[in-house]
């Protein structure tokens, strides 16, 4: 869910919360009991989708995460072998295209990664499997770096992609909130002015509850004046 999503679902769990302090009030007008329990599973449908988007965003995100520390590992193991390699047969250029630190390659973007990794893929495999063995790299280590840069340039799309696989999820999330709009602004509040006579201090409370979600403010706003029902002569 974005901000303002969030801030909608709180101030209408706020209008539940305070519509079931006293239910026998809340009672006195059944079709505004209803709406407050429809509007009490709607809140509640909207809070696990969103959720589940939190944590579906959150894997991935891990995930990437350790692959990409993964990666790092291997661009400095297999460029510490070219570079050495490199040194020994007194060929600087060849030094200075795989001379990374660690601390350097964490300051870089993903796409910036994957372009070090690709060079210095490249410079080992020119040189003879037997020459880089003696530095401490095996073909299989080339070939696991091969495939890191390949499985990190697929998840380096992941999130776009989880991004189109929760439009249905986005989707759900405008239909149920404007149901919960309709319901408050239709039903609730044309209903609530009841409260003013028959449960006087409902109504405030309501009505403080209903302005929060209005105004968009963390203090709770003045509610208007509520005189007491005069008594039957």
């Known amino acids: 869910m974005n901000k303002a999503q969030t801030n909608k679902l709180i101030s209408n769990e706020l209008i539940v919360k305070e519509s079931q302090i006293d239910p026998v009030s809340l009672a006195l007008v059944p079709k505004f009991s209803k709406g407050i329990t429809r509007l009490e599973e ?3 449908e909207i809070g696990a989708i969103g959720i589940q988007q939190e944590k579906d965003l959150r894997g991935i995100t891990i995930d990437k995460d350790k692959k990409l520390s993964s990666m790092i590992g291997r661009i400095i193991e297999v460029g510490g072998a070219v570079h050495s390699y490199a040194h020994d047969a007194g060929n600087s250029t060849l030094m200075s295209r795989v001379a990374y ?3 350097t390659l964490k300051r870089m973007s993903q796409p ?8 210095i893929l490249q410079e080992a495999l020119l040189i003879p499997a037997e020459t880089l063995l003696e530095e ?3 073909a299989e280590d080339l070939t696991i770096l091969g495939n890191m840069i390949e499985d990190f340039s697929e998840l380096k799309s992941a999130p776009k992609e989880a ?3 929760r439009s249905e999820s986005t989707e759900k999330l405008r239909v149920l909130f404007k149901e919960a709009n309709s319901i408050i602004k239709n039903s609730l509040d044309k209903l609530a002015p009841q409260y003013k006579r028959k449960a006087p201090e409902f109504y405030r409370r309501y009505k403080i509850a209903r302005g929060v979600g209005a105004q968009s403010k963390n203090t709770l706003p003045t509610p208007e004046p509520v005189t007491e029902p005069e008594p039957v002569r």
């Open 101 to 103: 630190k660690t601390s």
């Open 42 to 44: 709607i809140n509640t």
């Open 112 to 119: 910036e990664i994957l372009v070090v990794a690709g060079v």
């Open 136 to 138: 401490g790299i095996s």
């Open 163 to 165: 991004v189109i696989d």
